[in-house]
């Protein structure tokens, strides 16, 4: 059972955030009451003509810059021809022949490494209405129809159903940082088809399977474990059947409510689509000084802030993941480290520290950046242990003042750098428990921490790194 892999295959609609649809005048809100956001061209009325919005157009090169894409120089759009009600113009405008994006890659990060995704093509598409299922009747809403959707294809590369969640949330950050649409995947911004087939190392692509209507990363995973399972039972089952005469191909669609997979249709059922270029739309061009405009407005990409994380920084992974899903984090730690070098701690306070006593993120409270970097300055110069730093931290949060401010108020929260008094406790501790001592000496680690805790008991701003140093020295010499 081992010996057999999967192969995945992801074609996702991505809903773009766009003031206008894609082809009409119409506001993209679908949020608003049933039926408000439209235009004759939404609703298929006779005689309303399409025409192309320019903002879809923007998004979509942005998309391919960040893809590193081939863009198409000329926009054109196919027809294709289906029945349902949520489009009662009986078409969809799409790019079935010339793709605006072709080719490109996400680097996604699989295990601390990058592993590169090829996507085939991204193509532009208007949405169809909603048809929303009340108690007794079916109505339509037709807000959704005509709002701007990229389909994004990627080539069959994708080796573990983890991998292809992983991917997704990977396609879905490069998203959010380029602020061309929500990913709100519960609203349906983010919609994925999934393929897969299994095949034995070194074999050719067997005959895939597609799954439909999977809405969230984890489901994504789970139906495509159970089908890649599915379909390795099927071969062990049939073992006279090979590569040549492949299982049937199917498409399922996820049932939210059985939590399983249920068969939409098979392939000798398959649709034919009748495509042919738009008769109602231009052939539109893309000028390169648009491109090039476009280029020079690009935000940071999510895998190049993850290299600059890891060669500036060198920040443990967990911190580097929270920092590059986070930008407002990010922000704040980049701010506060322009005067602090003690990288991963300051990561630490930002993002685990704080927010734990606040409650909430860092960057939503009153706490500034310099007053976190100045914290972690105190720390690693000794003048605070890292005990009271907390204590300090719950004060910043109620009081808003500096950390040296309320070392200044109260002293006692400060590490004391007396030497002198320190070396006399030392002495006196040790003297008074010649037991600890000879434990220690016969292997007892924990004899050194009973004599740590009873020096610091007496003298609470000791620092306890220096108290255990001293005591060894003793102990040993
Ligand atoms: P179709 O002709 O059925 O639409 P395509 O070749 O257009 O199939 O591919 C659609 C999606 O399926 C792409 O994301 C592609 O990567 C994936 N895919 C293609 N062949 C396979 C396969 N044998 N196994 C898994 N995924 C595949
Ligand atoms: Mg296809």
Redesign the pocket.
């Known amino acids: 059972m081992n010996d057999w892999k999967a192969?995945?295959?992801?074609?996702i609609h991505v809903q773009l955030k766009t003031k206008l649809k894609l082809f009409s005048p119409a506001p993209s809100s679908f949020n608003d009451e049933p039926n408000k956001s439209i235009h004759p061209c939404c609703t298929g009325l006779p005689g309303a003509l399409p025409k192309l919005s320019k903002e879809p157009i923007d998004l979509a090169i942005r998309l391919g810059i960040a893809l590193q894409s081939k863009i198409d120089s000329t926009i054109r759009f196919d027809r294709k021809s289906y029945f349902y009600p949520d489009s009662p113009r009986n078409f969809q405008i799409t790019q079935f022949f010339h793709p605006i994006l072709l080719g490109g890659s996400i680097d996604i990060p699989i295990n601390g490494k990058e592993k590169t995704i090829r996507i085939?093509d991204v193509h532009l598409e208007d949405d169809t209405a909603m048809l929303k299922h009340l108690p007794g009747m079916t109505g339509i809403d037709f807000n959704r129809a005509g709002i701007a959707l990229l389909e994004l294809?990627?080539?069959?590369e994708i080796e573990t159903p983890e991998e292809a969640a992983i991917f997704v949330s990977e396609l879905k950050l490069l998203l959010e940082y380029l602020e061309i649409s929500d990913c709100d995947m519960e609203k349906g911004h983010l919609r994925i088809d999934a393929?897969?087939?299994v095949r034995k190392a070194n074999e050719p692509?067997?005959?895939?399977c597609?799954i439909k209507n999977l809405n969230s990363m984890s489901i994504l995973a789970k139906a495509l474990r159970m089908e890649m399972d599915r379909q390795i039972q099927f071969y062990e089952r049939h073992p006279e059947q090979n590569v040549q005469s492949p299982i049937s191909s199917s498409t399922f669609r996820w049932d939210g409510c059985l939590k399983k997979l249920v068969l939409m249709r098979k392939k000798d059922t398959a649709l034919d689509y009748r495509y042919f270029p738009e008769p109602d739309l231009p052939v539109y061009s893309i000028s390169s000084e648009l491109i090039e405009h476009i280029k020079l407005n690009m935000p940071e990409l999510p895998t190049e802030r993850r290299r600059r994380i890891a060669e500036k920084y060198c920040l443990h992974a967990e911190a580097s993941r929270v920092l590059v899903t986070d930008s407002e984090n990010f922000r704040f730690f980049e701010e506060a480290s322009k005067t602090c070098s003690h990288f991963q701690q300051l990561a630490n306070w930002i993002i685990v520290e704080f927010p734990g006593q606040l409650g909430l993120p860092i960057y939503q409270s009153e706490i500034k950046p310099i007053q976190v970097s100045e914290l972690v300055n105190l720390i690693s110069n000794k003048t605070l242990s890292g005990k009271n730093a907390k204590s300090v931290a719950a004060r910043m949060i109620t009081t808003g003042l500096n950390p040296s401010e309320i070392l200044r108020e109260d002293p006692s929260l400060g590490l004391s750098h007396n030497e002198t008094e320190l070396e006399n406790l030392i002495l006196f501790t040790l003297e008074s428990n010649p037991n600890s001592i000879s434990d220690y000496k016969n292997g007892k680690e924990r004899a050194l921490n009973f004599l740590v805790g009873k020096v610091m008991a007496s003298y609470k701003q000791a620092d306890p790194e220096l108290v255990r140093q001293l005591l060894l020295e003793r102990i040993t010499c």
């Open positions: 192969v995945i295959g992801l074609e085939r294809v990627t080539e069959p393929n897969l087939s692509l067997r005959q895939k597609e």
